[in-house]
Structures are given as structure tokens and as C-alpha cells.
């Protein structure tokens, strides 16, 4: 129940494409969404993050979309640069409760030039 | 402003040895966070703790882990007789009080190698 799932695994996408990375949870008390970004031998980076109160947060080249009735929750990457190939991770957490990230299994993007 | 800091960032210990890890969080935070990441897999979260409390310890094996985060001074993880399946990537995070003290901020982590 308090799994975060995440797909693709891994991603391949053209130079100035769009990367899309799915994620989805089963726990309706999940109320804040983050997602991260990690470049090998490094830490995760927080990149962007949502409360369930909207639907849609952008930030630059980066746009979450959130479903609250479906439980989903996606990454879109605008003009996919080949600097924005890196690992990256969705995760939930209890918002008023503070404490543990749940995260995603990840999803490894390469993008080629 | 400094980021999280975590030492040493490379740690090899032979099996049965133990390992201590450190974490200085962002100036000013007051909750720390441990997670372990093996290798190809995500993110586990091990234990949420604040200035000489343990909150949440669900993550952490029942035994050979312990973590603290005192008064003054690091966070630190402690594993005492370390197996090879502790070898992973050990990430510490931060955060303030306030409203964004969920928002997390990581250190660049420490590869523990066991052999």
C-alpha cells in the first residue's frame, strides 16, 4: 500500500524530444510528489514537486501532470537535452507528517543528440 | 550555503568490521534523513530522526544498525559487523522546520563496499 511505481525503466529519446516518466501509488494519504534527479556517483537532486490540490506544476522544461481519481502522476521533459540524461525518481511522502520518501524504482533517461 | 555533507564518501570494510557514517546536514536543519540505494534499485528509506530523536526507525534492519543525530556535531550511521549485502550507496538528507520541511535535500552519499 505504500509502494510508488514507476516506468519505464529506461528511456531513449531524440535531442530536443519529449521524455515522458509515469509513476503511480496506491495510498490516497499521499499528498506531496517530488521528483528527483540523479547523475551518476551523485546524490538525488530535487527537481520539481506537487500537492495533489492541482493538476499540473511547470517549471521550465519540466511539467508534472497529476491524476488524483487515477493515482498517477508523470514527468514531461520538454526539449530533452543530452545534460538531462540522468536517473530519475519519483516519490511520495505524507505531507503533514513529514519523514519518509517513498520512492520509485527509477528510470535511467539517455538522450542522444 | 554549504549542502549536505556526508563522510568519508568511499568506505571499504571487511566483513565483521564495523562502519560509521557521517552526515552533516544544511545549517539550520534540524531533520535528518538516512536512505540506502542498491545497486539498480531505487531509493529504501532506513530512519528519520531530529536533534537527539529518533522519529521514525521503520527502515532500519532490526539488527547490526543503529543512527543517531546529537546535540552537537553529525548525524551518524552506524553498522556494526558488516556482510557483504551492506555494500550500497548510503544517502543522507535534510531538512528545515517550517513549511517546507518536507522538501528534502541530499548528500552526495557514501559507497560502502563490504569484502
Known amino acids: 500500500q505504500q509502494q510508488v511505481k514507476q516506468s519505464p525503466q529506461s528511456l531513449i529519446v531524440q535531442k530536443g524530444g519529449i521524455s515522458i516518466i509515469n509513476c503511480a501509488y496506491e495510498n490516497t494519504a499521499f499528498d506531496y510528489f517530488p521528483w528527483y534527479q540523479q547523475f551518476p556517483g551523485k546524490g538525488p537532486a530535487l527537481l520539481i514537486a506537487i500537492r495533489p490540490d492541482v493538476s499540473e506544476k511547470k517549471e521550465g522544461r519540466f511539467t508534472i501532470s497529476f491524476n488524483k481519481s487515477a493515482k498517477q502522476f508523470s514527468l514531461h521533459i520538454m526539449d530533452s537535452q543530452p545534460g538531462d540524461s540522468a536517473t530519475y525518481f519519483c516519490?511520495?511522502?505524507?505531507?503533514?507528517?513529514?519523514?519518509?520518501?517513498?520512492f520509485g524504482q527509477g528510470t535511467e533517461l539517455s538522450v542522444k543528440p | 550555503n554549504a549542502g549536505v555533507m556526508q563522510n568519508p564518501r568511499h568506505l571499504v570494510r571487511r566483513r565483521g568490521q564495523e562502519a560509521r557514517l557521517r552526515c552533516s546536514p544544511v545549517?539550520?536543519?534540524?531533520?535528518v534523513y538516512w536512505y540506502r540505494q542498491l545497486p539498480e534499485e531505487g531509493l529504501k528509506f532506513m530512519v528519520y530522526?531530529?536533534?537527539?530523536?529518533?522519529?521514525?526507525e521503520s527502515g532500519m534492519p532490526k539488527e547490526r544498525f543503529s543512527a543517531e543525530f546529537p546535540k552537537e556535531g553529525p548525524s551518524i550511521l552506524r553498522i556494526q559487523q558488516v556482510v557483504r549485502g551492506d555494500s550500497a550507496a548510503y544517502f543522507c538528507?535534510?531538512?528545515?522546520?517550517?513549511?517546507?520541511?518536507?522538501?528534502?535535500?541530499f548528500g552526495p552519499g557514501t559507497r560502502l563496499t563490504v569484502l
Open positions: 530522526l531530529q536533534k537527539e530523536n529518533i522519529i521514525d
Open positions: 545549517k539550520g536543519h534540524s531533520h
Open positions: 538528507a535534510s531538512s528545515p522546520e517550517g513549511p517546507s520541511y518536507n522538501e528534502q535535500f
Open positions: 516519490a511520495a511522502l505524507f505531507y503533514n507528517q513529514g519523514g519518509k520518501l517513498i
